[in-house]
T-cell receptor, first 114, second 112 residues
Framework: AQSVSQHNHHVILSEAASLELGCNYSYGGTVNLFWYVQYPGQHLQLLLKYFSGDPLVKGIKGFEAEFIKSKFSFNLRKPSVQWSDTAEYFCAVNALDNNNDMRFGAGTRLTVKP | DGGITQSPKYLFRKEGQNVTLSCEQNLNHDAMYWYRQDPGQGLRLIYYSQIVNDFQKGDIAEGYSVSREKKESFPLTVTSAQKNPTAFYLC???????????FGAGTRLSVL
């Protein structure tokens, strides 16, 4: 079965610092890739997605992610974080030729200090 | 409002008791999912259904059961066979293509 690894369990940053959260997956076939975010007390919601085309995708609130197929990675970035970015972030991989199998990473908790 | 409604928000189970978590969606999505969220383990798939009257086991289906009699509804029963049911349960739905999943607010289940 495929798996998704998020390297950082908890990241603490000061406001205006740059952010990069790692995500690697094990599946070798065609994939759709997602980052979801769970703000405190809120629903899990989609941050950004990659289906095809430009491997650099932009999402809401200034986030972006880059799909590097050769590295099986889909890292999330933001140049300057804000206190309101404090949340838990989940990477997810959908294996299109494996019965549409969807796997989530363990999540990375981001704390941004004001 | 369109979306996914999970109820109740909090649920307590006694030893030996079965409990049912409700999930309703009005997004006209074909596929629905149940996940279990534990700290440090992300979301683990319990069951999913891609069409009415059909459902498949996920990675941790033991001790759980589901039904999909209507497109809008996908209730999850946590049976007495589930020995460690304390967790946060999330329901999601998606169109079958693309599989962008939309999530409910979750149900937190605790054992008395």
């Amino acid at each position: 079965a495929q798996s998704v690894s998020q390297h950082n369990h908890h990241v603490i940053l000061s406001e205006a610092a740059s952010l990069e959260l790692g995500c690697n997956y094990s599946y070798g076939g065609t994939v759709n890739l997602f980052w979801y975010v769970q703000y405190p007390g809120q629903h899990l919601q989609l941050l950004l997605k990659y289906f095809s085309g430009d491997p650099l995708v932009k999402g809401i609130k200034g986030f972006e992610a880059e799909f590097i197929k050769s590295k099986f990675s889909f890292n999330l970035r933001k140049p300057s974080v804000q206190w309101s970015d404090t949340a838990e972030y989940f990477c997810a991989v959908n294996a299109l030729d494996n019965n549409n199998d969807m796997r989530f990473g363990a999540g990375t908790r981001l704390t941004v200090k004001p | 409002d369109g979306g996914i409604t999970q109820s109740p928000k909090y649920l307590f189970r006694k030893e030996g008791q079965n409990v049912t978590l409700s999930c309703e969606q009005n997004l006209n999505h074909d596929a629905m999912y149940w996940y279990r969220q534990d700290p440090g383990q992300g979301l683990r798939l319990i069951y999913y259904s891609q069409i009415v009257n059909d459902f498949q086991k996920g990675d941790i289906a033991e001790g759980y059961s589901v039904s999909r009699e209507k497109k809008e509804s996908f209730p999850l029963t946590v049976t007495s066979a589930q020995k460690n049911p304390t967790a946060f349960y999330l329901c999601a739905s998606s169109m079958r293509i693309k599989n962008i999943q939309y999530f409910g607010a979750g149900t937190r289940l605790s054992v008395l």
